[in-house]
């Protein structure tokens, strides 16, 4: 199971951070991701992190958002600074089948509204 939290309204250049609590498998075996949508737009993926740590990010929020998990406490994590209004969109976490980051996402959480003003 995957929580998020963290979600919420912010003016434009502001800062949140998303989490996700895991339950019923570690964080650190396996790929991790955020993805966010906009309704009537696709999924897009926003940041990965694999088990050895490796992580990969959209072009559009490259030096502005970081992904990062904490083992201890089996959660993931978005940092988000400078948001932009483009930035605004339902935020997923998901877990990927491999250890390595593929494009398959077996597991979702329910989402977490980010909105962000001008």
């Known amino acids: 199971q995957l929580v998020e939290s963290g979600g919420g309204s912010m003016q434009s250049g502001g800062s949140l951070r998303l989490s996700c609590a895991a339950s019923g498998y570690s964080v650190s075996t396996g790929c991790m991701g955020w993805f966010r949508q906009v309704p009537g737009k696709e999924r897009e993926r926003v940041a990965t992190i694999d088990y050895r740590l490796t992580t990969t990010y959209v072009d559009s929020v490259k030096g502005r958002f970081t992904i990062s998990r904490d083992n201890a406490k089996n959660t993931l994590y978005l940092q988000m600074n400078r948001l932009k209004p483009e930035d605004t969109a339902m935020y997923y976490c998901?877990?990927?089948?491999?250890?390595?980051?593929?494009?398959?996402?077996?597991?979702w959480g329910q989402g977490t509204q980010v909105t962000v003003s001008s």
């Open positions: 998901a877990r990927g089948l491999y250890s390595y980051c593929s494009n398959s996402w077996p597991a």
